[in-house]
């Protein structure tokens, strides 16, 4: 016969509770580690993009995006395969911030001209990434959104395939190349030039060129270096007035 065990008591093997117990006074509460967010695609390309609007490009490499999220490079390539696709997934992301307008016919060319204005500032909140967008093909899911949102409106006010097709590449490209330029002039200012002195400069440079050679030039000074703002706009009307053109013309 076994032996009657007591409520409460472990059984044979066990160990017994002591959970209502103090601790032991030579005893050393023991420290609990931090659970680590998981390592996820997501967050790779987030710390990605810190670094870019923190130091710049060329400051973004797998080995620094590992050290910020507190791994070792190999467990990014888990999820990303090289630099390369981590540079495509990070201009996909900030792409996701664009939005594209539904198309309206009667209003194609201010759906354009305001689509215009907010990619470049989107663009220029992480300025340097358009060195990688200039250099790639759009293939994520955010930038071929923002491709068939202006494919859409350009078919929808009339324009052909071919004139829709090259019209939003070459608006994309104009962005992207007014945005760049942006990136190198701060680039500079953190080296520590000094914008209107250095405009100032140029515009009194081109004030004292030889007349009789640079005639224009000379008199032209300070419409030649003009505000970067008024010059964006300028060529969004420019790229307007020649599809209002086509399009006239078409018809």
Not at 72 to 81: F, I, K
Not at 90 to 113: K, S, T
Not at 211 to 223: C, E, N, Y
Request: proline share 6%; net charge negative; aromatic share 6%.
């Amino acid at each position: 016969m076994e032996p009657t065990r007591q409520a409460g008591a472990p059984a044979p093997g066990e160990q017994p509770d002591h959970g209502d117990l103090p601790a032991l006074p030579w005893q050393k509460p023991r420290r609990r580690r931090p659970v680590k967010e998981p390592l996820t695609r997501e967050r790779i390309v987030a710390a990605a993009i810190a670094i870019l609007d923190r130091d710049g490009l060329d400051a973004v490499s797998t080995r620094r995006v590992a050290e910020d999220l507190g791994t070792g490079s190999a467990s990014l390539y888990a999820h990303v395969a090289s630099r390369d696709e981590l540079l495509e997934l990070m201009v996909d992301r900030i792409a996701g911030e664009i939005e594209v307008p539904e198309p309206d016919p009667a209003r194609w060319q201010d759906q354009l001209r305001t689509y215009a204005r907010h990619a470049q500032r989107v663009w220029s909140r992480h300025a340097d990434i358009t060195r990688a967008s200039l250099a790639s093909m759009p293939t994520g899911p955010n930038r071929l959104r923002v491709i068939e949102g202006l494919l859409a409106i350009l078919r929808a006010a009339g324009f052909g395939d071919e004139v829709a097709g090259w019209a939003v590449d070459r608006l994309q490209l104009y962005i992207d190349a007014d945005v760049y330029e942006g990136a190198l002039y701060a680039a500079k200012i953190k080296q520590g030039l000094q914008v209107e002195e250095y405009l100032d400069s140029i515009r009194d440079y081109f004030r004292r060129l030889p007349a009789d050679r640079f005639p224009l030039i000379a008199s032209m000074a300070d419409t030649i270096v003009a505000d970067s703002d008024q010059r964006f706009e300028f060529g969004v009307e420019l790229l307007l007035d020649g599809l209002t053109a086509r399009l006239q013309a078409g018809r």
